[in-house]
């Protein structure tokens, strides 16, 4: 598809088990971002790819957290030992920004988490 | 600490008037502002960006302001569509932090028929 793509689109999973959300970005982005949004809340941000550079993990909320980015193109977000506190719609957008700037990402509808 | 915030949490309109969507910003290095629309169960999509250097700028039915003395944004909706209805994030990045959009908590706009 034209569009980022994210799976799944719907998770619900047992405290304490790990989960794993990925992204696809539109093909030719080179920067990638995972989000993370509450309800009713605003966008928290987790981490950003840019091409081969070291990627920015300053978001992620514990080490729990984690991400790579194969190929520089698929994301996955890895998330281990889930607590009830990470349910959430984890969001993923890319944009073809190659260091400078570019405040147009696009993004995907979201994997909507919840932990029981 | 460095944030960005929105005024008024929901806005309620008539379809046809002009809608007003506030929003003040603490980090006065920021390089770039940009207005974000969600609607509901869908990933936000990019509306306008302004440069820290400007103080407006117009797209289709939108215009952005922005008053650096007061570290506060608008964005401008003329002729509110029912189809406007959403929620609406301001953004801000800066270099220095590598590129990626600092949002705040967002503004739900209702335009009623």
């Known amino acids: 598809g034209a569009g980022v793509s994210q799976s799944p689109s719907n998770k619900v999973t047992e405290k304490g088990k790990d989960v794993e959300l990925r992204c696809d970005p539109i093909?030719?982005?080179?920067?990638l971002y995972w989000y993370r949004q509450s309800l009713g809340q605003g966008l928290e941000f987790l981490i950003y790819?840019?091409?081969?550079?070291?990627?920015?993990k300053s978001g992620l909320p514990s080490d729990r957290f984690s991400a790579e980015r194969t190929g520089g193109s698929v994301s996955t977000l890895t998330i281990q030992r889930t607590q009830q506190e990470d349910s959430a719609v984890y969001l993923c957008?890319?944009?073809?920004?190659?260091?400078?700037?570019?405040?147009?990402?696009?993004f995907g509808e979201g994997s909507r988490l919840t932990v029981l | 600490g460095e944030s960005v915030g929105l005024h008024l949490p929901t806005l309620s309109v008539q379809e046809g008037d002009n809608s007003i969507i506030n929003c003040a910003y603490s980090?006065?290095?920021?390089?770039?502002f940009i207005w974000y629309k969600q609607e509901s169960g869908k990933g936000p999509q990019f509306i306008i960006d302004?440069?820290?250097?400007?103080d407006k700028r117009q797209g289709q039915r939108v215009t952005v302001l922005l008053n650096k003395t007061v570290k506060h944004l608008s964005l401008q909706i003329a002729a509110t569509q029912p189809g406007d209805s959403a929620v609406y994030f301001c953004?801000?990045?800066?270099?220095?932090?590598?590129?990626?959009?600092?949002f705040g908590k967002g503004t739900l706009l209702t335009v009623n028929p």
């Open positions: 957008a890319s944009s073809y920004s190659r260091g400078s700037y570019t405040g147009e990402l696009f």
């Open positions: 093909s030719g982005h080179t920067a």
């Open positions: 790819f840019q091409g081969n550079s070291a990627p920015d």
């Open positions: 980090n006065s290095a920021s390089d770039y």
């Open positions: 302004i440069r820290s250097n400007m």
């Open positions: 953004a801000e990045m800066s270099g220095g932090s590598n590129y990626k959009l600092t």
